[in-house]
């Protein structure tokens, strides 16, 4: 522990409600059918009347694009495709005009395998230091014909790729947890630490606010890479059970980078620079060891955007998480959309055992009713955005987005699609491209109509011009959502719940200084009776008696 990192009450990053823009599917302004830097620009505007406080970029590093970006060949450049350096200076200057603050994604588990250090690697001799950045390994079998171990890779198939020698002879295996084109860093190697160490300050000193750390729970691996359990149980047994997830090592990582950070901080200025994790790690316990106060300062809460809408689950969630990160003093950190799952908007329309999907929705599935589904979209956003905590939003949720299910084989770019022989579809369904305006090409995406995935019809409807300034459209539901949390400064609260019933989810956020609020959301069939009070925002009309219906949630000022 480091003595000198006070908890910061006050930081703004601790009831902070951040948007992440994908870049390649936000805004275009070249017209090339991608998102790019210049386009996100010219978009803030409608962040800053949509009232959130920071902004986290996807990957828009010079990449192959074999991952859309998160397979980066240069750590300290913009792809072309994204635009320049200058771009990004620009961008961040008009987001901190704005008082928006700006994220930026690390990925430090692997590099693309077209980065010089991986080229380096492949024409260098086994055990050279050249590969001792990554990790290779002779394979197992009479003739390192077998991988080195059983693992697999998270998008489907081995973990392993085997190479060629220079005489054409097959040679020593890499390992890549994701795609063969995205090697896995050695970790161990001081080299590789130093090297992060560098590419972080890189960013600060380009005067960025934070930044979401990729795979955070994956830089480190078991030592002697023995095999994975058989019998484990995704589902319910401890992450760290397994050899390439959640090892203690990783947190001397995030020490160090925590001090990092530190450095960039300004007495008497509520300019902390963050770390946010993106670790898929059970139980709640093990995920909070990553905000411990000389860790980072938040991981997104996946139990949370995992779990099943029923009013038992939610608050069974709810609770455990609050009481995890509160043992270690920090906030926690909900969310319930990203770019590698399906939008809530569609997810929560599955019958309850299926809303713990995550995985690619496509034609040959059941598909959704999407009338329910963002009835409990606009539901769960608004028990979200009252919890105590800082909260994640994705691109296009304020509008209400659905999934795209029905995305056509031959448009599918994920991966993830073609390394399970399509068994799972893939992520693209939740990334493309977004609505602006509904008269126009594409949407208002590109000016040329172009755009990289095929977009639904319905997002024509969703576009903002459509909702603009019209009562009960989800856009204006999030503005009031956002502002009213503001006004109360929920994210600073204590949750208090309430029984109300059995097919009701209730609870009471209180910030000192300011009026208490209660949240009610009706989970059954039957409508629901209001205490008296002042309704600050319901998340759908309420009936002509003045009732809660079904898959609603409302927030009261009791009295
Ligand atoms: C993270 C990213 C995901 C990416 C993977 C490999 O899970 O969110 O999009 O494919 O890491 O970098
Ligand atoms: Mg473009």
Not at 137 to 159: H, I, V, Y
Request: hydrophobic share 35%.
């Amino acid at each position: 522990m480091v003595d000198s990192i006070e908890p910061q009450t006050e930081a703004w990053w601790r009831d902070a409600v951040i948007y992440q823009v994908y870049p390649r599917s936000w805004a275009d302004s070249d017209g090339d059918g991608i998102g790019d830097l210049p386009g996100i620009t010219s978009h803030l505007d409608h962040l800053v009347d949509l009232g959130v406080d920071a902004v986290w970029l996807s990957p828009f590093y010079t990449s192959p694009q074999n991952d859309a970006g998160y397979d980066v060949a240069d750590y300290r450049d913009v792809d072309p495709l994204f635009g320049t350096l200058a771009d990004f200076d620009a961008l961040v200057d008009r987001a901190h005009e704005l008082g928006l603050r700006v994220i930026v994604d690390l990925v430090p588990n692997h590099s693309s395998s077209e980065h010089p250090w991986f080229r380096a690697a492949l024409a260098a001799e086994p055990g050279s230091p050249e590969r001792a950045r990554y990790i290779f390994r002779d394979g197992r079998g009479e003739n390192g014909e077998l991988p080195p171990n059983n693992w697999q890779s998270n998008f489907g198939g081995p973990a392993w790729t085997r190479t060629t020698n220079p005489d054409g002879s097959p040679g020593q295996w890499y390992l890549h947890l994701f795609d063969e084109t995205q090697p896995d860093f050695d970790w161990t190697n001081p080299e590789v630490q130093e090297e992060f160490r560098r590419i972080l300050r890189f960013w600060l000193d380009r005067g960025v606010d934070g930044f979401r750390i990729d795979v955070a729970h994956g830089l480190h691996k078991a030592e002697g890479l023995p095999d994975a359990p058989e019998d484990y149980d995704l589902a319910v047994d401890p992450t760290g059970l397994q050899p390439m997830w959640d090892k203690p090592a990783v947190h001397e990582v995030y020490r160090d980078w925590r001090r990092i950070v530190e450095e960039y901080r300004v007495e008497g200025e509520d300019a902390d620079r963050i770390l946010v994790a993106e670790a898929w790690v059970i139980p709640d316990e093990a995920l909070a060891k990553y905000v411990r106060p000389d860790e980072l300062h938040q991981s997104f809460n996946f139990g949370y955007l995992m779990t099943p809408w029923t009013p038992h689950a939610q608050r069974d969630a709810i609770t455990r998480a609050l009481a995890a990160t509160a043992a270690v003093g920090a906030p926690q950190t909900w969310v319930l959309s990203n770019h590698d799952v399906p939008r809530h908007a569609t997810r929560l329309a599955y019958d309850i055992d299926r809303a713990t999907r995550v995985r690619g929705i496509g034609p040959d599935d059941p598909q959704p009713d999407p009338v329910l589904g963002l009835r409990r979209a606009r539901a769960a956003t608004a028990v979200m955005l009252a919890l105590p905590g800082s909260a994640y939003l994705y691109q296009g949720e304020e509008l209400g987005l659905p999934e795209h299910t029905t995305l056509p084989p031959e448009a599918r770019q994920d991966p993830t699609f073609v390394r399970t022989g399509g068994e799972d579809v893939g992520r693209d369904g939740c990334r493309v491209p977004v609505p602006w305006h509904a008269d126009k090409p594409a949407f208002g995406f590109s000016p040329t109509g172009r755009s990289w995935l095929p977009q639904p019809e319905v997002y024509g409807d969703l576009a903002p011009n459509r909702q603009d300034g019209v009562a009960g459209s989800t856009l204006e539901l999030y503005r009031t959502l956002l502002a009213t949390r503001r006004h109360y400064r929920l994210g600073r609260g204590e949750l208090t719940w309430h029984d109300l019933g059995e097919d009701v989810l209730a609870f009471t956020v209180a910030c000192p200084g300011h009026r208490r609020v209660q949240v009610i959301t009706n989970f059954g069939a039957e409508p629901v009776e209001l205490p008296h009070g002042q309704i600050l925002v319901a998340s759908d009309a309420l009936d002509e008696h003045h009732r809660l219906g079904t898959d609603t949630t409302v927030w009261v000022v009791p009295g």
